[in-house]
């Protein structure tokens, strides 16, 4: 596991958050293959010990299993086959005993996307008369401006803005900033002049506060020692402002990407401009968002056509 594990890491370049789910994975299932195979080493195990363990993890906890839900079991299905094809192809084992067992299929869980007014009061609520505040205001503009990950948010260093960036409020010039993707992978993605204007504000105002105290790190985002700010710093800082705002729907900074392509492709975005801004390997997978945009033009043709009920 560590050898594949490690393969990972240097030939892949997978994020540390990717590794981290990869390593629980394989840990919960060389512990099943401890506990109830006869397999001594990765070429004792069989397809019947790897499809026993994707029963173990489905089975419910007062059954004697997990109770893992569909889509938890396929993610650990697809870290159990990757380990099994690198060790046959590494020659650890004659045969790649996971190849015949498929993940099982989830059933297609739609984004949630907030009206756009909801989203704007949520980017209002930060009190931007303070340093705090003003970093939250960027932050929160940052994310439904970009599209971005919060994990690529956070990751941003006050190098990757370009110039008109943060004059882009003031100018109207658009600027723009790189992000660090899944697997190492880079895109450019334009900032609007909201956004713009917030993060100015912010490198004026706010970021110098918090970059005392800390020893000249690049981040862009801050925390209050001056460090980088972190994934769950941001979780904490959008509920907040969802409080403040008093949205009462369930709100994580996903929630803000998805209301990003939800936004644009109601507004008559090309698919694959939005699947380069998101970063998206697949078109597949950004073709997600079109049956959101479809269920509201339904919903608004139903509500404004004046024979579309009988």
Not at 97 to 117: C, H, S, T
Not at 223 to 232: C, K, V
Not at 276 to 284: D, F, P, V, W
């Amino acid at each position: 596991m560590r050898r594949y594990l490690q393969h990972l890491t240097v030939e892949r370049g997978l994020s540390d958050n990717t590794l981290t789910s990869y390593r629980r994975d394989l840990e919960r299932y060389l512990g099943h293959l401890a506990a109830e195979s006869a397999a001594a080493g990765p070429a004792d195990v069989v397809t019947a010990d790897v499809r026993a363990f994707v029963r173990h993890l489905a089975r419910p906890a007062g059954e004697g299993g997990v109770g893992l839900s569909t889509r938890s079991v396929a993610r650990a299905v697809v870290s159990v086959r990757g380990m099994h094809r690198f060790w046959a192809r590494e020659g650890l084992a004659e045969v790649d005993a996971a190849e015949p067992v498929a993940p099982p299929r989830p059933g297609e869980r739609l984004p949630k996307a907030l009206p756009v007014d909801t989203v704007a009061r949520i980017l209002d609520a930060p009190d931007r008369e303070t340093p705090a505040g003003l970093r939250d205001a960027a932050l929160l503009e940052f994310l439904y401006s970009s599209g971005s990950r919060i994990s690529e948010a956070v990751g941003v260093d006050r190098d990757d803005l370009s110039s008109q960036a943060v004059t882009a409020g003031a100018s109207g010039d658009e600027g723009f900033v790189r992000l660090r993707g899944k697997g190492g992978k880079e895109r450019i993605v334009p900032v609007g002049s909201y956004a713009g204007k917030a993060i100015g504000a912010y490198l004026v105002r706010g970021r110098p506060q918090f970059a005392v105290k800390g020893r000249g790190n690049p981040a862009l985002f801050l925390n209050a020692r001056g460090g980088r700010l972190t994934r769950q710093g941001a979780w904490l800082i959008l509920n907040r402002a969802a409080e403040r705002a008093h949205v009462t729907d369930e709100v994580s900074p996903h929630t803000l990407r998805h209301s990003f392509a939800t936004h644009l492709l109601e507004g008559g975005a090309d698919i694959r401009v939005v699947q380069e801004l998101l970063g998206h390997a697949s078109l597949t997978t950004t073709q997600i968002y079109t049956k959101v945009t479809a269920d509201t033009l339904r919903e608004v043709f139903l509500t404004s056509h004046p024979r579309a009920l009988g």
